[in-house]
DNA sequence: TCAAAAGTGTTCGTAATACACCCATGT
DNA sequence: ACATGGGTGTATTACGAACACTTTTGA
């Protein structure tokens, strides 16, 4: 076992795995590093946890320094510790996923020491990552498979209006299987927590879908209630 | 903030909510701690993790202290890590259960320095515990009331050979309501994973009911397969 | 008029639920 | 003989799965 790093007071960090959906694909959010170890690799963003936040605040400091974006859906999920995880000493990680809408091409701002610049990769087409940030990767998508059937996780990656058919592409997606549409359409509707909006999508080259909104109100009464999408 | 303990060279700790079920109650192990802070207080078994150790091992480790016992069914389920969970410092917990076969009133042994004795606790008798370790037993009671589900783990608190009365009790115990004995014995016996033995139970004033046991070789052949117990 | 996606119902098989009585055993 | 838990079957309902064609729109 190597020397603990002499400048960490609290050795553990945060990583995240940040989902995204844009152009029909998930993606997760990437960093190229610029420090060592692993300088120029790709790796999850994350950092060190502060002594004076919680783990759930620096998960969304870690984010809003690299989006700008602060109202993100956070949940924990996992902790890595291995003991020769980190190849300086010994550092546990605390993994977050987050899941994010992409729509109006958001700027990402890599504007920290510890990463050149920040970018988006369809999951099917990862980079080698740094330390075991792929078997943490791994785990967080096994996560959101299984919690998107049991909640309603899936509207967190949609622009507040979405068709039908985008919703259905996202479960697609996370779940890693096509869905019958008639049968997916019957069944979410069915819940009773999507609205129906007197609008159409736009700019598109055929016959326009309705738009729905999630109805937040009416998903917190049916709480208690095991749901199953 | 407080300072941070200068003998930390890794300030995370690990709590264990260990399970047991004996009698037709379902328990969970507490100390009587024996040091500061909440000197004399009910808590959780836990401790700091060892610079060279893993998470997991960590956690056999603090078990096998206390109960004696090596293999157990342990899982991680969440880390704790508010600013002010530990009045002495900076100390995040890496929670783990467990489940235990208690059957042959194994003997406790709370042989370590912070802790003055382990004992056994109904769960719906607890006292107030140390730090967060409410939260944290009422967390992993939740998880494992998710887990038991879809995944065979009842079985780690029955002994080898059991009755389906006794796997009954468990569950209902588990989920926190009764179950009819009719649909539970015929979807049970339908997933093929149960062996019936030749054998009935001993020493009971009545009709002795057939002893089981899990058939892990079954159960695996499935695997991949969503069961819903 | 063609291409591309929107939208829509029915049937079938399986799984979940509700429910009550007789049996075997030890005292 | 009685008390205690062991053990069993059926009918009803709800849910998931499979499946194909017509409609709308813009280019």
Same mark, same amino acid.
């Given at each position: 076992?190597?020397?603990? *790093?002499?400048?960490?007071?609290?050795?553990? %960090?945060? $990583?995240?795995?940040?989902?995204?959906?844009?152009?029909?694909?998930?993606?997760?959010? *990437?960093?190229? @590093?610029?420090?060592?170890?692993?300088? $120029?690799?790709?790796?999850?963003?994350?950092?060190?946890?502060?002594?004076?936040?919680?783990?759930?605040?620096?998960? *969304?400091?870690?984010?809003?320094?690299?989006?700008? &974006?602060?109202?993100?859906?956070?949940? /924990?999920?996992?902790? #890595?510790?291995?003991?020769?995880?980190?190849?300086?000493?010994?550092?546990?990680?605390?993994?977050?996923?987050?899941?994010?809408? &992409?729509?109006?091409?958001?700027? *990402?701002?890599?504007?920290?020491?510890?990463?050149?610049?920040?970018?988006?990769?369809?999951? %099917? $087409?990862?980079?080698?990552?740094?330390?075991?940030?792929?078997?943490?990767?791994?785990?967080?998508?096994? !996560?959101? =498979? @299984?919690?998107?059937?049991? /909640?309603?996780?899936?509207?967190?990656?949609?622009?507040?209006?979405?068709?039908?058919?985008?919703?259905?592409?996202?479960?697609?997606?996370?779940?890693?299987?096509?869905?019958?549409?008639?049968? #997916?359409?019957? !069944?979410?509707?069915?819940?009773?927590?999507?609205?129906?909006?007197?609008? =159409?999508? =736009?700019?598109?080259?055929? @016959?326009?879908?309705?738009?729905? =909104? #999630? $109805?937040? @109100?009416?998903?917190?009464?049916?709480?208690?209630?095991?749901?199953?999408?």
């Amino acid at each position: 076992m190597k020397e603990v *790093l002499p400048q960490f007071n609290s050795t553990f %960090s945060i $990583d995240c795995v940040v989902f995204g959906f844009d152009e029909g694909e998930l993606k997760v959010l *990437l960093i190229e @590093r610029n420090e060592e170890p692993f300088k $120029d690799w790709c790796a999850l963003p994350g950092n060190l946890v502060r002594v004076d936040e919680s783990l759930d605040q620096s998960a *969304l400091r870690i984010l809003k320094e690299l989006t700008g &974006l602060g109202d993100i859906f956070m949940e /924990q999920f996992y902790t #890595f510790g291995n003991v020769d995880r980190h190849p300086q000493g010994r550092v546990i990680s605390i993994a977050y996923y987050a899941l994010l809408r &992409l729509g109006g091409d958001k700027a *990402l701002k890599p504007i920290t020491s510890y990463a050149k610049k920040a970018f988006w990769k369809n999951i %099917s $087409d990862l980079p080698k990552l740094a330390f075991d940030h792929q078997m943490i990767f791994e785990k967080g998508l096994e !996560k959101i =498979k @299984r919690r998107i059937k049991h /909640q309603p996780i899936a509207f967190e990656l949609l622009p507040e209006k979405f068709t039908l058919t985008q919703l259905q592409n996202v479960y697609e997606l996370i779940m890693g299987k096509k869905l019958d549409k008639r049968n #997916f359409r019957k !069944k979410m509707l069915s819940f009773g927590v999507l609205k129906e909006l007197d609008e =159409k999508q =736009k700019g598109v080259s055929f @016959r326009a879908a309705t738009l729905y =909104k #999630f $109805d937040r @109100r009416k998903y917190a009464k049916l709480f208690g209630k095991e749901i199953s999408f």
